[in-house]
């Protein structure tokens, strides 16, 4: 590194005026970027920022984080409540959109701040955890409702609680009893690696159910060593990982990249869950990619990469109307599925068209 380098950060950098310190936006674009961040949230940790190459214009780290004048370009569609959070919201913090499980938002900040983010118009640093009284609220509507089975601890991002904040939680979870699986959705581990500590790690257990923690992680230059540390902590503690990932524009919207963070995931024994198609979140289009592509690269993955590689490319309709596989299908169109002797045509991930048998008639006799 020679004298004209920005050394680089060893703190979060929040603003832009600390992003050009660090040599990560040019200074000239500061002021129509205070609007920007004036709006919108912004936190990039020293882990994620020594990923950033600032001589790439298209870097893909880059362009997740740091903050830019399209956010600011609101298109038709687009939502302050993309997925209907709202709608579904009976008390503050839980999101109950599924009968058998509910979302349990414990914070609204954030380790990093995330450009394309679906709560990005309730996020930040100003939004902490649920007050004492709010959490007594939400615990108590879980409790009352035998019929959730899962609670997903979401925000922001539950990790950035402290490890007491964060076993306190869990150990109120772990005392109701149809309650019998939590999930943890977090960032912190590729945002901030050094932040999973044992003593975060050992609170993240409830008794007596099974737990299981999603990692979001959208390039595989993002499982660094140090993220592999951090969740082989997780997993050694016996709390089963899961991998999420948003399909963006311009970062991993390619068969290769997505190729190398399913096996990244896989290789650090982090079994890939959702492809999560971009939500419309405002300010987010640069980010949207069309559902064609996405079932294409999802083609793309099928027969190439081994299927613990596979995730479910999903959409969550706009306005709360919940998350469907929106995958392509192989099954050759207008096919008379209902029609016991019909013969189905099905491709086979290269492509070529085979046929199916139809179901045989049953033999009243053979079946004595």
């Known amino acids: 590194m020679d004298a004209l380098t920005p050394a680089r950060p060893n703190r979060t950098l929040r603003g832009p005026a600390e992003l050009a310190d660090a040599g990560l936006v040019p200074c000239e674009r500061l002021p129509a970027l205070a609007s920007v961040a004036a709006r919108y949230a912004v936190a990039v940790p020293p882990a994620m920022a020594a990923l950033i190459d600032p001589t790439d ?8 984080l740091l903050p830019t004048e399209a956010e600011l370009v609101h298109a038709p569609g687009e939502s302050a409540d993309p997925i209907g959070d709202n709608v ?3 008390v503050p913090g839980v999101v109950h959109r599924y009968p058998d499980r509910a979302l349990l938002k414990v914070t609204h900040a954030c380790a990093v701040y995330c450009r394309f983010c679906f709560r990005r118009e309730s996020v930040g640093p100003g ?15 879980i409790g009352a409702r035998p019929e959730i089975w899962e609670v997903i601890l979401t925000g922001g991002d539950p990790l950035v609680l402290s490890a007491r904040r964060l076993r306190e939680t869990m150990v109120r979870l772990g005392a109701i009893p149809h309650v019998k ?9 590729v945002a901030d690696p050094s932040r999973v500590t044992r003593p975060l790690v050992a609170a993240m257990g409830a008794s007596g159910k099974a737990t299981y923690v999603a990692l979001h992680a959208n390039h595989p230059r993002e499982l660094t060593p140090a993220v592999g540390d951090a969740c082989a902590r997780i997993i050694d503690a016996g709390l089963p990982m899961l991998g ?3 399909l963006l524009a311009g970062v991993n919207d390619d068969a290769a990249t997505l ?6 995931f896989v290789e650090a024994r982090i079994k890939p869950y959702y492809l999560h198609h971009p939500d419309l979140a ?5 980010f949207r990619v069309s559902l064609a592509k996405g079932q294409a690269l999802m083609r793309a993955l099928r027969g190439r990469l081994s299927g613990l590689c596979q995730p479910t490319y999903v959409l969550d309709i706009p306005g709360g109307h919940g998350k469907v596989p929106v995958g392509p299908s192989y099954l050759a169109p207008e096919q008379p599925l209902g029609d016991l002797d019909a013969c189905v045509q099905v491709e086979d991930p290269w492509g070529q068209a085979h046929a199916y048998p139809p179901v045989p008639p049953l033999n009243p006799s053979a079946a004595k």
């Open 259 to 264: 190729a190398a963070l399913m096996r990244g």
């Open 244 to 246: 999420q990932t948003v």
């Open 57 to 64: 214009p298209r870097d893909p780290i880059a362009r997740q």
């Open 127 to 141: 939004a902490e955890a649920l007050s004492a009284e709010a959490l007594d609220t939400a615990l108590a509507y």
């Open 88 to 90: 579904h919201s009976p």
């Open 181 to 189: 699986v939590v999930r943890i959705h977090t960032r912190l581990p």
């Open 282 to 286: 405002p300010g987010a289009g640069q």
